[in-house]
Nanobody
């Protein structure tokens, strides 16, 4: 059974910081690219950041310089440190696990249940 469990979402003021965590089980963690996606109301789900087992990084332009993705291959956990948060960062954030084999086949991806991040005064 594959499980991705996110935590760390909540309400934060603009300019504030938040750290999301995602604990993976049921997968061989270091054979997966891990990522964070987000979906705001009325918008499509978009990639926020991803990280390979070798810690190669990819960020959406909108979060570069503000967000940092990292992974702990011992704890099977991926993190998203979010700094200088903006109201437009408000969304449900989803953890994603993509096997390195067949990486372009989206049906192979595993997803967490999502955690809500709200950036507001």
């Amino acid at each position: 059974q594959v499980q991705l469990v996110e935590s760390g979402g909540g309400l934060v003021q603009p300019g504030g910081s938040l750290r999301l965590s995602c604990v993976a089980s049921g997968i061989i963690f270091n054979t997966y690219i891990m990522g964070w996606y987000r979906q705001a109301p009325g918008k499509q789900r978009e990639l926020v950041a991803s990280i390979t087992s070798g810690s190669n990084l990819n960020y959406a332009d909108s979060v570069k310089g503000r967000f940092t993705i990292s992974r702990d291959n011992v704890k099977n956990t991926v993190y998203l440190q979010m700094n200088s948060l903006k109201p437009e960062d408000t969304a449900v954030y989803y953890c994603n696990a993509k096997p390195i084999i067949g990486a372009t086949w989206a049906a192979l991806d595993a997803w967490g249940q999502g955690t809500l991040v709200t950036v507001s005064v």
